[in-house]
């Protein structure tokens, strides 16, 4: 049985991570909810967004289209399910992938949780 698992280095890698880590959210309701309006073609797309946004990122590509952060502000999510989404992310990682890369890959999911949980102050 072989033990090693590769870093985070190629498009295959982050279909992989993406398909996984939404598998791994279809199944836990309390996550799920967050999507409840979703379509299934949102759904393709959501993903489709997602492997670009991780391709950008960790291999340095401009795949990505868009603003995220704009998006992910208007989610609903509350700090429980922020935690699980966060632990359910590195599971995923850590199941598939090892290396430099995959630890960055942790680092920066809970980097963008505190970006995307930030709310500015409004002026009255």
């Known amino acids: 049985m072989n033990l090693h698992k590769p870093d985070i280095s190629q498009p295959a ?8 880590f939404y598998q791994k959210l279809k199944s836990q309701p309390y996550l799920l909810a967050l999507f409840d309006n979703l379509s299934n073609r949102d759904w393709n ?14 291999l340095k590509s401009a795949a990505l289209t868009g603003h995220p952060q704009i998006l992910h502000a208007l989610l609903p999510a509350h700090q429980a399910q922020v935690r699980e989404w966060v632990h359910l992310f590195h ?21 963008l949780v505190r970006i995307f949980a930030y709310k500015p102050a409004r002026n009255f």
């Open 13 to 20: 890698d982050i279909q992989l991570l993406v398909d996984a």
């Open 45 to 58: 797309q959501h993903l489709f967004q997602m492997k670009n946004f991780w391709h950008s990122v960790l």
């Open 91 to 111: 599971e995923t990682v850590e199941e598939h992938f090892k290396g430099p890369t995959a630890s960055a890959t942790k680092g920066l999911a809970e980097q």
